[in-house]
């Protein structure tokens, strides 16, 4: 099975797993991700490369990258753990959804060429586009339109990229053109943005979208949420990791990245302090956590790209427990506001125990998973820091990444750990005594836990799969000393007094927190009906007027031109939008194809 992308053992699913029923569905559905992940190391340990003819060309499906081994191991277990957590939620199209989606991204965690990872890419924002619409909340299809209209977006960025980038390697004479490699070039040139960068620039650009860099980072509050309890569980691991992996692979050490992950940090701490619903809330702190791993890529050092793959497969078992312990509050009460929830440590103590865990390991707390992997990526800083003192070079720059870096970590034990269960577990009593959920979401929840507390104390196995074993492995020496961990506590705790000094500031409300997505939501609704639109109705006037000159068209089929373009579909898409969408982008394909590409080359 070498020869194959492990990834296709999860998309089998996604044809398999509709046509069975009730034990063999779900016996069906933890075998893939067990066998995937044993077709995955298999790969892995033979080291091998597999290659398909493509136009001339080599596409390469089959490739083992630095990083592959976390990610893979990492998004089998999230699979296992999901579907053990969904065991009885009832929705036929959530399972092969999942597949799907889950299939994608580890479709691109072994590609070797562009082109296959596109393909993966794209996979994996259908999949997650169908589980969004799965989850039947009460904005779910909207959401789901705007989350697949933003990845479309980032696609077309991607793929335009892509076109250049292999373009200027042919001309260039490269022996590999689709390669999936570094971009050397963008470490020292990060900051010039010429023809010769701009795909580059376009595939960096594309990456960010899915990571959830601005100005793009309210996609995720906006659509996580509308997933179901088992459907956000998913949700939350793939899209945004996967972009981590490829940024990984091929921006690792450009500056800008580090910018972008710096915001990241600082924002989803801001809204995260902000929020009244539970599950924003962990959307947005999903974003703070993503933000930490961007600040080790752009780092660049050994030891920051094994933080942010080592946080990568941290964040994810944790971030997968707190929204299972938050899907659990949804599952077991209906409700997802701070303000309406309340003592429900009577009568959830399991959900509320994990919630705990989940929040202790997303704030670095000593002995959780968090801790081991995080404080990766504050000592590498503090070493490069250190290492370009000496050089005599400015490095300003990263004593304030550094800074921010803390404070941001103090901020997400604020809004994730403390604000979290004491609004929901604690302060005022509500009157709601439901009962703990089933005995498959407790055991998931469990199960996570478990890992979170395992790696806190053991980091040992994890730190084996990181790209720099080596790197990994000094600094476990580190990472328990005296000092770390007292500064830890320190900080941790007066960022906890913190909260509750100011407590009545943190008075949860019937309120909504407006967001970047607030201008296009806004606008480009507007600009749709006031210019779009029109201009639209023209052409299909003049295409009226043409087809009356056409023999064998009568006024009837012309007559209903104008009806074509008033059409709709649900919400206020027209049928039109489609149409206009493919010429833009076919219009960008010439220009770059027609114009920039020449100019490469002259």
């Not at 092969?96 to 990872?117: E, K, Q, R």
């Not at 701490?269 to 999903?286: A, C, H, M, T």
């Not at 202790?360 to 081991?372: A, D, E, K, N, Y």
């Not at 023999?551 to 939008?577: E, F, H, Q």
Request: aromatic fraction near 12%; charged fraction near 10%; charge should be neutral.
């Amino acid at each position: 099975m070498t020869d194959y992308p492990p990834a296709l053992i999860l998309l089998v699913g996604v044809v398999l797993l509709p046509l069975l029923k009730g034990r063999v569905r779900w016996t069906v559905a933890f075998a893939l991700p067990v066998i995937a992940l044993a077709d995955a190391w298999a790969v892995i340990q033979a080291g091998t490369d597999s290659f398909v003819p493509f136009i001339g060309m080599q596409l390469n499906p089959v490739h083992v990258h630095a990083a592959t081994p976390v990610f893979a191991t990492v998004f089998a277990i999230m699979v296992l753990g999901g579907l053990l957590y969904a065991l009885n939620q009832k929705r036929e199209s959530e399972l092969p959804a999942a597949c799907l989606y889950a299939g994608g991204a580890l479709g691109v965690l072994f590609c070797g060429d562009l082109v296959s990872m596109f393909v993966f890419w794209e996979v994996m924002t259908l999949g997650s586009t169908v589980l969004i619409w799965a989850g039947r909340q009460n904005d779910s299809y909207g959401a789901g339109m705007r989350y697949f209209g933003m990845h479309a977006a980032g696609g077309v960025m991607l793929l335009m990229g892509i076109i250049i980038v292999i373009s200027q390697r042919i001309h260039a004479g490269d022996p590999n053109p689709l390669e999936f490699r570094h971009f050397d070039a963008m470490v020292d040139s990060w900051s010039t943005l010429s023809w010769q960068s701009g795909g580059m620039w376009l595939i960096l650009l594309g990456m960010l979208v899915n990571a959830g860099a601005p100005p793009f980072s309210s996609w995720i509050p906006d659509a996580y949420p509308q997933g179901s309890p088992s459907g956000t569980v998913m949700l939350s691991a793939f899209t945004t990791k996967t972009a981590v992996f490829t940024l990984l692979v091929a921006f690792s050490g450009v500056e800008v990245v580090i910018y972008f992950g710096l915001y990241m940090a600082i924002y989803g701490v801001i809204y995260g302090l902000l929020e009244n619903d539970i599950r924003r809330l962990l959307s947005y702190s999903l974003v703070n956590q993503v933000g930490f791993m961007l600040v080790g890529i752009g780092i660049g050092t050994r030891l920051s790209i094994d933080g942010a793959a080592g946080h990568a497969f941290a964040h994810i078992i944790y971030k997968a427990l707190l929204f299972m312990a938050t899907g659990s509050v949804l599952f077991a009460t209906g409700r997802t506001k701070m303000n309406q929830l309340g003592g429900l440590y009577k009568s959830m103590p399991v959900t509320m125990w994990c919630l705990i865990i989940g929040g202790l390991s997303i704030s670095g707390f000593p002995f959780t998973s968090g801790f081991t992997s995080k404080s990766m990526v504050v000592q590498a800083i503090v070493n490069e820091s250190a290492r370009m003192a000496e050089l005599g070079q400015p490095h300003t720059y990263l004593i304030v990444t550094w800074f921010l870096f803390e404070a941001a970590t103090a901020g997400v034990f604020i809004d994730a750990c403390v604000k979290l269960t004491w609004f929901v577990f604690f302060q005022k009593d509500s009157g709601l005594r439901p009962p703990e959920v089933p005995w498959n979401m407790k055991a998931a929840m469990i199960g996570f836990a478990g890992i979170c507390i395992f790696l806190g104390f053991f980091p040992g196995p994890l730190y084996a799969i990181l790209p720099y074993k080596a790197e990994a492995a000094d600094y476990a020496n580190v990472v328990f000393s005296i000092d770390h961990v007292m500064v830890m506590l320190g900080m941790l705790a007066f960022s906890g007094l913190s909260f509750f000094v100011l407590l009545p500031l943190m008075k949860r409300t019937e309120s909504i927190t407006l967001d970047v997505d607030w201008i296009w939501r806004r606008f480009i609704p507007k600009f749709w009906h006031d210019v779009a639109t029109p201009i639209l109705q023209q052409l299909a006037s003049v295409q009226k007027l043409l087809l009356d000159f056409l023999p064998g068209n009568g006024s009837s089929d012309a007559g209903s031109m104008p009806t074509i373009v008033r059409r709709r579909l649900p919400g206020s898409w027209a049928v039109s939008v489609p149409v206009f969408m493919i010429s833009a982008m076919l219009l960008l394909y010439l220009v770059i194809y027609f114009w920039l590409l020449p100019a490469q080359g002259g």
